[in-house]
């Protein structure tokens, strides 16, 4: 185990070192709802393996962020998101990632969202 992953607060939660509210786990995906919620459906799919971000992911990790992709909706509509619901990946500095494990936010709930982000001028 690296440093990183020792230290990593999602691989404490894939290792059962730190409890969460889990949703779905298979031999690859643990997903769990967020600490924090931000909608009344808010869920993270997390890769079991240790991929810091997205920029970290290569081609071999195609298949499962694919199933990560492809299980969101079951998870949304499972979990009370019935009408559309929002995936997120924030990666890195600009997008404000916090936690350095590669995760998808699985964002709904009955009400609108809103806009992804705030128009600004650029
Ligand atoms: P991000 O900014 O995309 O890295 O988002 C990290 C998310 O992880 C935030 O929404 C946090 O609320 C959430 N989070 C951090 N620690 C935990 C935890 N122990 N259990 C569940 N969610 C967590």
Not at 30 to 38: C, H, T
Not at 61 to 76: F, N, Q, R, T, Y
Request: hydrophobic share 40%; aromatic share 4%.
């Amino acid at each position: 185990m690296t440093a990183t992953e020792s230290n990593c607060v999602f691989c404490k939660i894939v290792r059962g070192e730190i409890p969460c509210k889990q949703v779905y786990e298979d031999d690859q995906v643990l997903a769990f709802n967020d600490i924090q919620p931000v909608a009344p459906v808010h869920v993270l799919i997390i890769t079991k393996k240790h991929i810091a971000t997205l920029y970290d992911a290569t081609m071999d990790d195609s298949p499962v962020l694919g199933k990560m992709l492809a299980m969101a909706p079951e998870l949304a509509r499972k979990q009370g998101a019935q009408d559309g619901f929002r995936t997120i990946i924030n990666t890195g500095r600009v997008a404000l990632q916090e936690v350095q494990h590669l995760h998808i936010h699985v964002i709904g709930g009955p009400d609108s969202l809103g806009r992804m982000l705030p128009r600004k001028e650029i």
